[in-house]
């Protein structure tokens, strides 16, 4: 059965660091997004990405958040300066296309970002 | 805007014991209602949802749902829990013009053999 996959499960960075989390999600979908779950908090929407652009973003999303699709395949979350409070738990998701989708998710099984 | 609350933490249950998983919801218009559960080390995956029709939903692993409109409930049950049912469950709702659910905090579900 396919899956969304991401990478890397779990990563440990100082802060003001750059990282980037990956994703590949399931081959036929179109509609990918980021969620992030703080330790004991709800998760939470970031950004969503479809036809090459970001098509809804919430208030988390701020300048130093940037989305990508390099190369067809892959999706990519880059956080640019990282603090302390980015420290979570990071979920890719896609879903498929088609008026007959009621809009259930396909999740990854998340990269934790530890920022130190 | 939307919102959901789960306002368990955690539910405790015997093994063989009925489940329930208590979610209320938040939205404009009609709701588009969702559970997810989350295993240790894995990501959600999706179990059931609510469009239109019956108010019980049944969706995978003997797990369904009760929509409720005028308690504005979504509330997850099944009628024999098992020690594998231990895990991590999510209630989401979205509303018709947005592909965007929102989640709850989620309700760790722990079965004592």
């Known amino acids: 059965e396919p899956e969304v996959t991401q990478t890397p499960s779990h990563q440990v960075t100082q802060m003001g660091q750059e990282v980037i989390l990956r994703c590949v999600p399931i081959s036929n979908h179109l509609y990918f997004y980021w969620y992030r779950q703080i330790l004991g908090q709800k998760v939470e929407f970031l950004v969503s990405?479809?036809?090459?652009?970001?098509?809804?973003k919430s208030e988390i999303f701020d300048d130093q958040f940037s989305v990508e699709r390099p190369d067809g395949s892959n999706f990519t979350l880059k956080i640019r300066s990282t603090k302390l409070e980015d420290s979570a738990m990071y979920f890719c998701a896609s879903r498929p296309p088609g008026v007959a989708n009621t809009g259930e998710l396909f999740f990854g099984e998340g990269s934790r970002l530890t920022v130190l | 805007a939307q919102s959901v609350a789960q306002p368990e933490d955690q539910v405790n249950v015997a093994e063989g014991n009925p489940l329930t998983v208590k979610c209320t919801y938040s939205?404009?218009?009609?709701?588009?209602l969702f559970w997810y559960v989350q295993y240790p080390n894995r990501g959600l995956q999706f179990l059931l949802k609510?469009?239109?029709?019956?108010?019980l939903v049944k969706g995978s692993y003997g797990f369904e749902a009760e929509f409720n409109k005028s308690q504005t409930s979504f509330h997850l049950k099944k009628p024999s829990a098992l020690v594998s049912d231990s895990a991590l469950y999510f209630c989401a709702v979205r509303s018709g013009g947005s592909y965007i659910p929102t989640f709850g905090r989620g309700t760790s579900l722990i079965v004592h053999p």
């Open positions: 609510y469009i239109t029709g019956d108010n």
């Open positions: 990405f479809y036809n090459n652009e970001i098509s809804e």
């Open positions: 939205v404009s218009g009609n709701p588009y």
